[in-house]
């Protein structure tokens, strides 16, 4: 967890010296898979994936206007779900690019993709939405998106992307035994 917020204080001070990106363009970073990153020391654990995937994320909006919008006025951007697919396994100390892209949004979330390639190929996706809160209140996301000058707000995401959340607040009400069963 000690490198996670090293990493993250990183972005926010680098913000100060990078350019300013639009979150409706894609993100594209390069990252290496480290020792630590691995299980049994040889490939990226699944464990991982998210948390590069936060980095990006976090990127994206220290970048962009809605640093503004959103950590400077308090708020909070939380994930809601992801999903993601392995396909092939990140090795130690091999490059990766990590590419985020915002996908669309509704009236409570906002969906990003991001896909894990190396040597031009996909080997790993995932997909995440979220919301912004205050003070344990969703937040309207398209008067934020606005004032950071989003121009297309009625930006849909495709209906697979909508597809994989659908059911979510149906299995996080059930019970246990619905679960299991």
């Known amino acids: 967890m000690l490198y996670y917020w090293y990493k993250i204080a990183g972005i926010l001070i680098a913000k100060n010296f990078q350019s300013k990106i639009d979150i409706e363009k894609e993100l594209s970073r390069t990252f290496r898979v480290r020792l630590f ?11 991982k994936y998210p948390a590069y995937m936060d980095f990006i994320r976090w990127e994206m909006i220290a970048r962009s206007n809605l640093y503004k919008e959103i950590v400077l ?14 396909r092939k396994p990140l090795k130690r100390w091999t490059k990766f690019t990590l590419k985020c892209t915002t996908a669309g949004w509704d009236e409570k979330w906002v969906y990003h993709i991001h896909k894990f390639e190396q040597g031009g190929e996909v080997k790993a996706i995932g997909i995440t939405r979220a919301l912004i809160w205050r003070k344990d209140k969703p937040q309207i996301l398209h008067q934020i998106l606005s004032n950071a000058g989003v121009k297309d707000l009625n930006k849909k995401p495709p209906e697979w992307v909508l597809q994989l959340f ?7 009400a059930g019970t246990i035994d619905d679960l299991t069963s």
């Open 73 to 86: 006025k308090g708020l909070a951007p939380t994930l809601g779900s992801q999903k993601i697919i392995y």
């Open 37 to 47: 990153d691995c299980d049994g020391l040889r490939v990226m654990t699944a464990f």
């Open 166 to 172: 659908q059911n979510d607040h149906d299995i996080i």
